[in-house]
């Protein structure tokens, strides 16, 4: 049954690692977009 509970575990952590991830790459995303807008009103 330990085994069972490791992966269980091992699942758990790999899910929140991905919505982790997730968030940062939106966080990375809108930060890229507001970098956009910034470079764009020099460029006018």
């Not at 085994?3 to 940062?24: F, K, R, Y």
Request: charged residues 20%; without cysteine; glycine residues 4%.
């Amino acid at each position: 049954m330990e085994g069972v509970q490791s992966i269980s575990a091992s699942t758990e952590e790999q899910t929140a690692s991905m919505a982790e991830l997730a968030h940062n790459m939106h966080a990375l995303s809108e930060l890229a977009r507001e970098l956009n807008e910034t470079i764009g009103s020099f460029n006018r």
